[in-house]
């Protein structure tokens, strides 16, 4: 689903299963938030579980500055590196 927002931003929310790892595996449950301001700062997440994760799951958050640099980026799992400052995001969590 995706939202003009009046102050001229937008929210966009979508769902999947998609295999992410092994070809013939088990799909894996994907849900993807997003949302930015009029100037294109924003901030998304992505929710991972299910399929050949099994009970693991994951989610990771960042948020970007209007000209699209990486402000910040954590995931609770650690898959990937932390950086930046999530006070540096414009927007709340989607």
Do not use: Y
Not at 52 to 64: I, Q, R, Y
């Amino acid at each position: 689903m995706s939202v003009l927002l009046a102050e001229g931003g937008g929210q966009l929310t979508t769902e999947a299963r998609v295999d992410l790892d092994d070809a013939g595996g088990l799909p894996e449950s994907l849900t993807l938030g997003s949302v930015w301001d009029a100037e294109g700062a924003g901030r998304g997440a992505l929710s991972v579980s299910g399929g050949d994760l099994g009970l693991v799951s994951n989610t990771a958050e960042h948020c970007w500055a209007a000209d699209g640099a990486l402000l910040w980026f954590s995931d609770e799992e650690g898959w990937g590196t932390t950086s930046g400052d999530e006070l540096a995001c414009a927007s709340p969590p989607p």
